[in-house]
């Protein structure tokens, strides 16, 4: 993205920085939202959206975090057991969505930076009957990337429903709702797409449309029926952000004119950038700094570096601050011992240079020091 804010300071994974233009889109004045010119402006954002998705499917939009779409993606779903791949606190969070909102769960553990291997995966679906499994994409809290491609082919195999989080992918980590066969694919407008907080998105197949009629509790705020119904005519069931809608139209418009398959590239040559420079940090500061992901499962769009055992992240987050730049702790289990890099929405390979020479810089007087 080509405007001066692009090369910004903001490196959060989540919120993450937001542009002036979008900002600004935001100042426009309400309009009736049960109306013509809302109703032509939710089609014109299905357009994009879709096309951010990869799906002919329409596109559910909620005024809410991405958490009341995972919470409606465990509602919507025919009832039965869930099946649980955890790897770090989004995806446990998924679990214990699932649990709170009465369904049996069982899970799949791994530690957090790796992924659920395939063929656990293959073997839980096999020794007993669920109805849905939940796996989260780019596992924020860790930078692990799981192949939902291959989870969800395996998924379809026993016929049970995906549900995908791909909260901070969509917009940043390749994602093919339709070509992949996912049965439900939700995201928020915070993490990839560079908006501010406040929206959540979700696409759900045919397959899980015809048996949601059938899922016992789901509500009215997040039923998906209610949803798909309201999108039937361009509307929203309930009260649309509309000024966040007005920053989403914005920043796909945008988006547009970067094109999807290119922005995933950014993403890429941005994540290629982070791992190079992780990887010299043992040899070049301290030998326990390293990618918390390995190779091969590692997400395009946030990376979790560790720490030496004497180096708080609490303690590099500020001297990184220090410099100008936002950087994040770890998170869950790993929220002291790694600190986390957001490259990821509108960010650029020359912008996100100048943070890692920022943290490189703290990490060595910080570790100079000690
Ligand atoms: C940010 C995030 C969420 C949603 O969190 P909210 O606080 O509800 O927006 C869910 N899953 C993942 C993987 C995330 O990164």
Known sequence: MNDQAATGTFFLPGPTQVRPAVLAAMQQPMIAHRGARFEELFDRLQHGMRDMFRTG???????????GMMEAAVRGARPGRVLSLVNGSFSERFARIARACGREVDVLEARPGATVQLDTVSEALGRRRYSALTVVHSETSSGALTDVRSVGALAREHGVLSLVDSVSGIGGAALECDAWGLDLVLTASQKALALPAGLAFAVASEVYMAHVASAPS???YLDLEMFADAARHDQTPFTPALSLLFALERQLADIAAEGVTARWAR???????????????????HPALGLL????GRSPTVSAITLPATLSSDALVDAVGDRGFVVGTGNGATRDSTFRIGHMGDHTVPGLERCLEACSDALSELIRLR
């Open 293 to 296: 992901a390995p190779v091969g």
């Open 218 to 220: 789901r509500g009215i």
């Open 57 to 67: 499917r329409p596109v559910f939009v909620g005024a809410c975090s991405g958490t």
């Open 267 to 285: 993403h890429e040559a941005m994540a290629n950038v982070t791992w190079k420079w992780a990887e010299g940090l043992a040899d070049a500061i």
